[in-house]
């Protein structure tokens, strides 16, 4: 069971829309609609901003949006804010009632 | 509004067992909706999920900790904990307990966090 892979790093300035993106295999993301993406701000527990790919929890912003193609599975944030810097980390069922977290993405807002 | 909270020792040295238990309040554990998890994120690093537990006592483990791993619910006290034996420095991380969702009758998105629980494995 492998990590799934994220860029390291994206950037975006106020207002601009930014995508990160999650590449796994078909074992993971490619097999099962069961992708979710996580906020994290520093010392702070995790949040979830959207599961099983395209859906919002209540109360997240409708800036943010996922989806899914094949092994990969991508946020979108649109009209990114200061307060959106934070690390993004993505995770997905991996069958056998396993699941995998990405590695993580760090968002900085310029 | 759930809440999760883990309690356990801060320093736990080499080759001993970590533990850790997680108390859950403003809802039940007995719920065939949700899993009962642990995750880890050693400092500056990723997230690592552990293992679930179903409020039946059924167990899933990551298979690189699962011969070190036990995961345990106590129904009546609306706990569940973690067992984490033969430590060493790269088990040095903060632990969270969680609550996963079920989606699509598998496991799905964590809903709820606890704060987390920094331990630290040294001598």
């Known amino acids: 069971q492998s990590a799934l892979t994220q860029p390291a790093s994206v950037s975006g300035s106020p207002g601009q829309s930014i995508t990160i993106s999650c590449t796994g295999t078909?074992?993971?993301?490619?097999?099962?609609?069961?992708v979710s993406w996580y906020r994290q701000h520093p010392g702070k527990a995790p949040k979830v901003m959207i599961y099983?790919?395209?859906k919002r929890p209540s109360g997240v912003s409708n800036r943010f949006s996922g989806s899914k193609s094949g092994n990969t599975a991508s946020l979108t944030i649109s009209g990114v804010q200061a307060e959106d810097e934070a690390d993004y980390y993505c995770c997905s069922y991996a069958g056998g009632s396993t699941v995998v977290f990405g590695g993580g993405t760090k968002l900085t807002v310029l | 509004q759930l809440q999760l909270q883990e309690s356990g020792p801060g320093l736990v040295k080499p080759s001993e067992t970590l533990s850790l238990t997680c108390t859950v309040s403003?809802?039940?554990?007995?719920?065939?909706?949700?899993?009962w998890g642990w995750i880890r994120q050693p400092p500056g690093k990723g997230l690592e999920w552990i293992g679930t537990?179903?409020?039946?006592?059924?167990?899933y483990y990551n298979p690189s900790l699962k011969s070190r791993v036990t995961i345990s619910v106590d129904t009546s006290k609306n706990q569940f904990s973690l067992k984490l034996s033969s430590v060493t420095a790269a088990d040095t991380a903060v632990y969270y307990c969680?609550?996963?969702?079920?989606?699509?009758?598998?496991?799905?998105?964590?809903?709820?966090w606890g704060q987390g629980t920094l331990v630290t494995v040294s001598s």
């Open positions: 403003g809802g039940s554990i007995s719920s065939s909706s949700y899993y």
């Open positions: 537990i179903f409020y039946s006592g059924n167990t």
């Open positions: 078909s074992s993971d993301v490619g097999s099962y609609n069961l």
């Open positions: 099983e790919v395209t």
């Open positions: 969680a609550r996963l969702r079920l989606e699509r009758r598998r496991m799905g998105s964590v809903d709820y």
